[in-house]
């Protein structure tokens, strides 16, 4: 089976969430707050440098300059639907 690289990114994506989760759910910190190298789990980095590509590219500007900036505008979206779903 063939994924396209939007498929690719959001596989990534939900994999690296769905690894913090797992973090959360067993008591450890979401990130690794000692590891400055790579705190988060690598397949969110990769998917965040590859949307972060695709939105330099599309708007000529940088979005998000950090995943957790990234994760608080996804955070304050959801709260938007949210809010007008109800």
Known sequence: MQFSDDEILF????????????????????????????????TL???FQGLSLKWILRDK???HPA???MVEAA????????T???
Not at 11 to 34: F, S, T
Request: aromatic share 6%; hydrophobic share 35%; with cysteine.
């Open 11 to 42: 596989i990534k994506l939900c994999k690296g969430l769905v690894q913090i989760c797992d973090r959360i759910n067993r008591g450890e910190p979401a990130y690794l707050v000692d590891d400055e190298s790579q705190p988060f789990p690598k």
């Open 45 to 47: 980095y990769e998917a």
């Open 84 to 86: 007008v779903s109800l």
């Open 67 to 69: 995943i957790l900036c």
């Open 61 to 63: 500007e940088m979005r």
């Open 75 to 82: 955070r304050k979206s959801v709260e938007e639907v949210d």
